[in-house]
């Protein structure tokens, strides 16, 4: 007898506990069906709130709609890119992206267009986050513009097909692999141009050539009538560094007049530094061929010996062609084009320097018999050598009160230094840091934060034709809803 009651107690648990399943099963059916209804009514936009909520990586972060639709066509501006991220069951917005960035993106639209980079945010991610959030066009030129990015002007190509592939191939060594070995060849004749310029200063080369040099302008120098007699050896065309460097010019002559010809602007080409620069590479070389030539031909008429040795010394800023070709030295120049002040200010800084430390040395010093200090302007090389630290040892103060001038000196130069260098690193590093953020030889893919995706959005697209009424709230304090079935404004009570 006592088994039949406990039977049906433990029937009339199974029987509850079923129930209270059921009961549980479909109140969270309710809940999704409700929450899915009230996401569908968001992306079809039939309802607008008055303030809205962003999730970004837990942080929480509220605004209102009128402050975001300043900026109708960004991400956050436009209520149907923004309803991909929207979460119904917390009623919010979630973006899994930089919380940092989030505090500098929202101040854009409540600023009204003012963009700003906070100092410990690096650029490439902040451009990042820029792009994401879809700000525009034009805010993104107007940061970069602020952040000292060069403007990217269209690159401007000739019409004719033949002259865009050659001006191509010459001027962009990034467009193809033709061009990068084009780049080679003409970065190892520079430096083989270079490797020549110096071994012939070598005094196993340079006795008979310095010794031709000598005689012939010696002869032309004291008599227009007498004649020297060379012999065939000592004609620079047989020269083997002459032939060398005919070689090398003639390649850079090939690859300027290339450009020139398929250039698409003529006078910008001529005002371009380095093409200057490859013009006065090739210049020297010229002008001592039309000596020798001239000197060949009996010509009576022929430079000095030191004009000759200067234009021979332009032949060093060849060097300056492989700035063409590389980062580091396009860098340099930024860094120096942005501190011009600076320079400017250290050249002044060390010339005051000069001035007084020089007149000070002179004073000092001028009662001692075996002085080097004749005069202020002898001491100018003691005060450049000593305020830079360089201190040769040839000139030195030997009296007390020349002494302690000359520590005077070394300290103030120290401290004169100092002060505008830093600024000059500073550019040189955001310069350099600024190559190397923005190109990134490894691609990233961004973890996709959307929490509806296209394809759910026409799946619901069908359920929610025929669905009429008052849409639910979204929030508690609701301003409107605008639903299919109603075409007008229904204020909720």
Known sequence: MTEEPEKNKNNKNMKNQHES?????????????????????????WALSDRLVFNVSGMRYETQTRTLARFPHSLLGDPHKRLRYF????NEFFLDRNRACFNYILYFYQSGGRLRRPAHIPLDVFMEELDFYELGDEAMSRFKEEEGFPTEEPRALPTHPLQRRLWVLFEHPESSGGARIIAIISVM???????????????????????????????????????VLFSHSASPFQDPFFVVETICICWFSFELLMRFVCSPNKLRFFKDMMNV??????????????????????????????????????R???????????????????????SMRELGLLIFFLFIGVILFSSA???????????????????????????????????????????LVGSMCAIAG????????????SNFSYFYHRETECVDSTEYTHVKTALWNEEEDEEEEGADEGRDGVCPPLNGALLGTLCVGHKALVTQV
């Not at 300056?320 to 120049?333: A, D, N, T, V």
């Not at 120290?414 to 690193?425: A, C, M, Q, W, Y």
């Open 21 to 45: 399943e059921k009961t549980v099963v479909k109140d969270r059916g309710r809940r999704v069906r409700g929450s899915q209804q009230s996401a569908s009514l968001y992306r079809e936009g």
């Open 87 to 90: 979460d119904p069951l917390k």
């Open 189 to 227: 004749v520079i430096m083989v141009s270079i490797l020549i310029f110096c071994l012939e200063t070598l005094p196993d080369f340079r006795g008979e050539k310095e010794m031709r040099e000598e005689l012939s302008y010696r002869s032309h120098s004291n008599s227009e009538n007498s004649t």
């Open 277 to 314: 620069i490859d013009f006065m590479a090739i210049l020297p070389y010229f002008i001592t061929l039309g000596s020798e030539l001239a000197k060949s031909k009996g010509s009576t008429h022929a430079m000095s010996l030191a004009i000759v040795r200067v234009i021979r010394l332009v």
């Open 316 to 338: 060093v800023f060849r060097i300056f062609k492989l700035s063409r070709h590389s980062k580091g030295l396009q860098i340099l120049g930024q860094t120096f084009q942005a």
């Open 361 to 403: 040395i002179y004073f000092a010093e001028t009662d001692h018999a075996d002085t080097s200090f004749i005069s202020i302007p002898h001491a100018f090389w003691w005060a450049v050598v000593t305020m830079t630290t360089v201190g040769y040892g040839d000139m030195y103060p030997e009296t007390m009160s020349g002494k």
């Open 414 to 425: 120290v401290l004169t230094i100092s002060l505008p260098v830093p600024v000059i690193v």
